[in-house]
């Protein structure tokens, strides 16, 4: 079964953020999946998203928790992390994270980087559900 667009789910409690993401990424051509919570994304049928981006400071279950998860599930799935407390980003927790945006952040850097990590998993194997 092919598809026409990647689908990328974004994690943020703030909807402000979704909202601006979701825009973005439509405009730039992808299927976007928002998702409030990091047990909401869970919760769903997340088999066909091909990217994550999740905010790291959320209540619950936090965006290098969800990460670790959907790693276990799907370790060839690219996640995204995004924060706007940069005491977090300098964290040892994400050193060595090479796809970590702190906002407020560049759009079109996020799309390159969004569109190198799905070029280079669709040249792999694709799937890894």
Do not use: C
């Not at 092919?2 to 299927?31: C, H, P």
């Not at 994270?97 to 560049?106: A, V």
């Amino acid at each position: 079964m092919s598809k026409d667009k990647f689908v990328v789910a974004v994690v943020d409690d703030d909807t402000r953020l979704l909202e601006s993401l979701d825009d973005l990424l439509d405009s730039a051509g992808y299927s976007v999946r928002p998702f409030s919570s990091a047990k909401a994304f869970l919760a769903s049928d997340w088999s066909d998203v091909d990217l994550l981006i999740t905010d790291i400071g959320m209540p619950d279950i936090d965006g290098l928790e969800l990460r670790d998860r959907v790693g276990r599930s799907r370790p060839k799935m690219p996640v995204f992390l995004i924060t706007g407390r940069h005491e977090i980003a300098d964290q040892q927790r994400t050193q060595g994270i090479r796809d970590l945006f702190r906002k407020p952040f560049d759009g079109s850097a996020l799309l390159s980087a969004l569109n190198d990590a799905l070029q280079n998993r669709k040249q792999g194997d694709g799937h890894d559900a």
